[in-house]
């Protein structure tokens, strides 16, 4: 049996030596540790942090022309509903708001959640750039400010690591 | 005062949603491959699940919720309030998934708290 595991290990061991060219390739070469960004998952990551910001953005410019909403009496509410969901831009973004949930259920199926989540909150910047632009809100510059504290605190509760449920025990080669 | 009922709506719907979703699919098991069969199949065992169909009627609330909001306040407000989501689900993932929460994690949701508190009275 261990005879058996250590000829496999040799055979392994060969067929590497042999495969690999045994050229030092400077340090840092053997183990790729940061693999580059792949174009694709640059370009759904693109798609994400525009598509939910339009789609928001939208959503926002259908309500705003569907006000006032009344929430009482519930035949109000029914009307509003109604005059709601003929709008354009409210279906508009509803659209785009699912271009950015499968984009980011593409993206999380190969990318790692605790890089995509923080790279994704830039989406509350871009909201905020969207609303100014597109909408003439007046965005102060404390809001700006929270915007920012938002995105580092995202970015600090991604750092944390995806599981803490159960933990791997100690690696031992 | 509708301001904190239509926040609290689509925090607590939302995160409620996602946490009854995520309960759902880890009954019906992962997916094997992308065939339209493997997906279909998965999609009707997940049709069966009654914490689906909370989870859906939960985070439509939030959706009409979030609309009722932008009906009256600025996207550049509303988008960024919707951060205390993240500190919703840390509490939800500690109180009913058991997940142990760092306090490094803490520390983010403090963050977002904050961020989200300067955005409120950055309200001009």
Request: glycine share 14%.
């Given at each position: 049996m261990i005879h058996g595991r250590i000829a496999k290990k040799l055979i392994l061991y060969n067929r590497k030596v042999s495969i690999?060219?045994?050229?030092?390739?400077?340090?840092?070469?053997?183990?790729?540790a940061h693999k580059p960004l792949q174009l694709k998952t640059f370009l759904m990551i693109l798609v994400m942090v525009l598509a939910g910001p339009v789609g928001n953005v939208l959503l926002g410019m259908g309500m705003k022309a569907a006000?006032?909403?009344?929430?009482?009496?519930p035949v109000q509410l029914l009307q509003s509903g109604l005059r709601v969901f003929a709008s354009v831009p409210i279906w508009l973004g509803i659209l785009s708001l699912i271009t950015f949930f499968v984009a980011y259920m593409l993206v999380l199926s190969w990318a790692d959640y605790s890089f995509v989540q923080p790279v994704s909150s830039v989406a509350y910047g871009v909201v905020a750039l969207l609303g100014w632009l597109v909408l003439g809100e007046k965005v102060s510059a404390l809001r700006w400010a929270g915007i920012a504290v938002i995105c580092l605190g995202v970015f600090v509760v991604s750092r944390?690591?995806?599981?803490?449920t159960s933990q791997l025990p100690a690696g031992n080669g | 005062m509708l301001v904190f009922i239509l926040f609290t709506i689509i925090v607590a719907a939302g995160t409620g949603g996602e946490l009854c979703v995520s309960r759902a699919m880890k009954r019906v098991g992962?997916?094997?491959?992308?065939h339209p069969m493997e997906i279909a199949r998965v999609t009707l065992r997940a049709l069966r699940q009654p914490w689906m169909w909370a989870g859906v009627a939960m985070m439509a609330f939030a959706f009409f919720a979030l609309l009722g909001a932008l009906s009256m306040y600025n996207v550049s407000f509303v988008v960024p309030v919707t951060a205390l989501s993240y500190v919703a689900g840390a509490f939800g993932g500690a109180a009913f998934l058991g997940e142990r929460v760092t306090w490094r994690r803490w520390v983010g949701v403090l963050l977002v708290t904050i961020g989200v508190t300067l955005v409120f009275f950055g309200k001009s």
């Open positions: 690999e060219p045994v050229v030092d390739k400077g340090p840092g070469s053997g183990m790729a006000s006032p909403v009344s929430f009482w009496p944390t690591g995806a599981q803490t | 992962e997916a094997q491959s992308f």
